[in-house]
């Protein structure tokens, strides 16, 4: 019985010994906790092992990880992603406190003069070039031209999302952004345009994540109107931003209108019923001709 005992204690040792654990915390410049990062457990020739999000408070986990040389990976979007190797790796580590830096600060005031993208295992770097900047009227515009794939822009009403159906969350320099932030990006400001498909938890159901890096001007401001009118109809979509800068401060609006007018408005309607004996009724309709106004606005202030 006491080798049986034995016996166990050393196989549940040996057990403890071969799977242990990874854990850390992750925070960014300002040392604010990361919520929803991307941490994967790699191989040294990037074969993937196992992964998990950060938690609420940045925290991570990785569990009953067996000895060997490991590469670890984390990402998210707006942030400069952080590779830690972990060659050797044998006992339960804590690697601390991770700091991931902001991805607006990579390339500062670098003027990218050609098209170019970067492919990267987690995400597509797009720079727009100078034709794709000239022919574009605002930043929703821009994916247009841009290309990007299974990506479906509306040019009408300004949506954006994929063609299967999910959706696709704005970003402006990491930050959440509504498509009225977005419509009211100058071209010229955008450095570069960050593509993500399945993004994770952090941004729920959204099948994509696109992310504007852009400049960020002191003191200044811009103004910008886009619109569409027809010549020999009342239909009409009108749009106006504005944004004003100041030190760290930035103050945006956006205002938009539809106008759909109809001179004349009328309908012929014509049925036909057929019951179980074999009779039939026909009924017709007819509408005198009017007409119809329909105006729809909105509008949008952040600070």
Same mark, same amino acid.
């Given at each position: 019985m006491k080798r049986i005992i034995l016996s166990m204690l050393c196989l549940t040792a040996c057990i403890s010994l071969m799977a242990q654990n990874i854990s850390g915390k992750l925070v960014d410049e300002a040392q604010q906790p990361l919520p929803y990062a991307n941490v994967v457990l790699q191989t040294v020739d990037s074969a993937f092992v196992t992964g998990t999000t950060t938690g609420e408070k940045g925290e991570?986990?990785?569990?009953?990880?067996?000895?060997?040389?490991?590469?670890?990976?984390?990402?998210?979007?707006?942030?400069?992603?952080?590779?830690?190797?972990?060659?050797?790796?044998?006992?339960?580590?804590?690697?601390?406190?991770?700091?991931?830096?902001?991805?607006s600060q990579e390339l500062g005031e670098v003027t990218v003069t050609a098209s170019s993208r970067v492919s990267r295992a987690d995400q597509k770097?797009?720079?727009?070039?100078?034709?794709?900047?000239?022919?574009?009227?605002?930043?929703?515009?821009?994916?247009?031209?841009?290309? &990007?794939?299974?990506?479906r822009v509306n040019s009408m009403d300004g949506s954006v999302g994929m063609t299967d159906g999910s959706s696709v969350q704005l970003c402006i320099?990491?930050?959440?952004?509504?498509?009225?932030?977005?419509?009211? &990006? &100058?071209?010229?400001?955008?450095?570069?345009?960050?593509?993500?498909?399945?993004?994770?938890?952090?941004?729920?159901?959204?099948?994509?994540?696109?992310?504007?890096?852009?400049?960020?001007?002191?003191?200044?401001?811009?103004?910008?109107?886009?619109?569409?009118?027809?010549?020999?109809?009342?239909?009409g979509n009108h749009n106006l931003t504005g944004k004003v800068n100041f030190k760290q401060s930035e103050i945006s609006f956006y205002y938009?209108?539809?106008?759909?007018?109809?001179?004349?408005?009328?309908?012929?309607?014509?049925?036909?019923?057929?019951?179980?004996?074999?009779?039939?009724?026909?009924?017709?309709?007819y509408a005198e001709a009017n007409k119809k106004k329909n105006l729809q606005q909105w509008g949008a202030v952040t600070y």
């Open positions: 991570f986990k990785l569990q009953k990880i067996v000895a060997g040389d490991y590469r670890l990976a984390i990402s998210s979007i707006g942030y400069q992603s952080l590779y830690l190797s972990l060659q050797g790796f044998e006992h339960t580590a804590d690697v601390g406190t991770l700091t991931l830096a902001d991805a770097l797009i720079f727009p070039s100078k034709k794709q900047i000239s022919a574009s009227n605002n930043g929703v515009d821009m994916l247009r031209h841009l290309m &990007l794939p299974r990506l320099n990491g930050r959440k952004a509504t498509k009225e932030e977005v419509t009211a &990006l &100058l071209p010229e400001e955008v450095i570069r345009v960050e593509f993500q498909e399945d993004p994770g938890l952090r941004y729920g159901d959204a099948g994509a994540v696109i992310n504007y890096i852009v400049r960020r001007y002191e003191v200044g401001g811009s103004f910008g109107y886009n619109g569409m009118q027809s010549l020999k109809s009342g239909f938009g209108n539809r106008l759909q007018y109809f001179n004349e408005i009328w309908f012929d309607k014509n049925e036909t019923f057929t019951f179980e004996d074999g009779s039939q009724y026909h009924r017709s309709q």
